[in-house]
């Protein structure tokens, strides 16, 4: 494989700022507007069509979107206008590369100057050389992409199917028929000043989840080469990056993390998940949520379908209220069916969430594979046979 050599990057493609639209301006169609965060919406007219490439126009060069058809590039963003020949994936994957440059701040400068990133000297592989490289990576994120896709479907039917035994009641009765929808005897709660099934008690999350806090992790910087990734709310979005803290092993047990357990951010930023990043130490500000007497499916979608409450608790009390505490927990109030219920849902949700914690590790390995061969790739280090 030639080295490649350095060339300006506006020998490679053009930029172009994209179009304005106010959202007054704005009709429902089947083109998407595409911003500097991506499809930020669609439209009835388009600007520009076939495969195209867009970077936000403040912030980090690298974060690209790639298109292929009709769409409409908004102002917030650059756009490729012409590609000079090159193959439009292998431009595409050779942007990614230049994530460590950071343009400019919209508060502090009027945005990134298209002509000095025409200017950037960029390694460049010529373009017979491109398309087996471009389509090799495409092809991971294509895997990654239809990944997320399958796993949006399996988190919605699991959603779906908890939310019809346990908050529409309609769980199989001894018939196998829907409870509520087969006049299953429903109460009247005063508690809850809400109906409920007969026999149904009343309690609250903290009733069938053990929440524990993560732990101060400057204390415990490593001493030797041995190490844990620390999961902090960033960690919990994006997965351990250069940029994670580090502690010792040795901290103690019920700190450390690993796949399938269920995370619970209660400052600031309030969100549940199932953490699939690897083994890593929990930071304080963060709860390990974990249960003895209640199946892992049910107190983890108790605790999603509760969330927004306390979001607007947060912003109903912003001035006085920073985050949930243990007496937020003890307060809230919760319909608990029979446990053997929950043990019966369990066994139909596990194998779904068996299947996304299965296609999100295969990201993992699929995400770090591209990134670690991306530069490689477009500086020639290795090639595709």
Known sequence: MSKPVNKRLGDIVNFKRGYDLPSYKRKEGPYPIVSSSGISGYHAEYKAKGEGLITGRYGTLGEMYYVNGKYWPHNTALYVTDFKGNYPKYVYFLLKCLGSLKTSDKSTVPGVNRNDLHELLVPYIKPELQKPIADFLFLLESKIDLNNRINSELEAMAKTLYDYWFVQFDFPDK????????????????????????????????????????????????????????????????????????????????????????????????????????????????????????????????????????????????????????????????????????????????????????????????????DWLLPMLMNGQVKVG
């Open 175 to 370: 018939n196998g028929k829907p409870y509520k929808s087969c006049s299953g005897k429903i109460v009247w709660n005063k508690e809850l000043k809400r109906e409920i099934p007969e026999g149904w008690k009343v309690g609250s999350l903290l009733d069938i989840a053990e929440y524990i806090n993560g732990l101060p992790c400057q204390k415990y910087r490593p001493i030797g080469t041995d190490f844990l990734y620390v999961i902090k709310i960033r960690e919990m979005r994006d997965g351990f990056t250069s940029e994670s803290e580090l502690v010792r092993p040795d901290i103690p047990q019920k700190a450390i993390i690993e796949n399938g357990d269920v995370l619970f951010s209660w400052s600031a930023s309030l969100e549940v998940q199932i953490w699939t990043g690897g083994k890593g130490a929990l930071n304080q500000h963060i709860f390990k949520v974990t249960s003895k007497k209640y199946p892992k499916s049910f107190y983890y979608y108790q605790l999603v379908n509760y969330l927004q409450h306390f979001k607007m608790m947060a912003d109903n009390r912003r001035t006085t209220m920073g985050h949930i505490t243990q007496d937020h927990l003890k307060q809230s109030r919760i319909v608990l069916p029979p446990i053997e219920l929950t043990e019966k849902l369990e066994c139909k949700l596990g194998p779904i969430r068996t299947a996304i914690t299965s296609n999100q590790l295969a990201n993992n390995t699929l995400s770090s594979l591209r």
